[in-house]
């Protein structure tokens, strides 16, 4: 069974960065694509980026285009997310899963990394 954590998070002010990992612990996942989502309080999870197993072709959602890319180590079964030019509504908890060309999410989630932007 897949475990996955997230970590990276924190609190930074509106136009800092940060980058959060997620490793993906007791299977392989260089055949998956891997996206991150986030869920701010009171709101339902959303997508925010995918990015395919072989790491070549990417995906955003509207709202971080241009401020977030996604990549990945397969060698280290891990997923990145560097978050740049970041906003207030950016605050969220942020999790990784593996996902298919439908965006849904396949395994279990993690405990997920909260980011804080203050203004």
């Known amino acids: 069974q897949v475990q996955l954590v997230e970590s990276g998070g924190g609190l930074v002010q509106a136009g800092g960065s940060l980058r959060l990992s997620c490793t993906a612990l007791g299977r392989t996942f260089s055949n998956y694509a891997m996206g991150w989502f986030r869920q701010a309080p009171g709101k339902e999870r959303e997508f925010v980026a995918r990015?395919?197993?072989?790491?070549?072709?990417?995906y955003y959602a509207d709202s971080v285009k241009g401020r977030f890319t996604i990549s990945r180590d397969n060698a280290k079964n891990t997923v990145y997310l560097q978050m740049n030019s970041l906003k207030p509504e950016d605050t969220a908890v942020y999790y990784c899963n593996a996902v298919g060309s439908d965006y849904v999410p396949r395994w279990d989630w993690g405990q997920g990394t909260q980011v804080t932007v203050s203004s």
């Open positions: 990015i395919r197993w072989s790491g070549g072709i990417t």
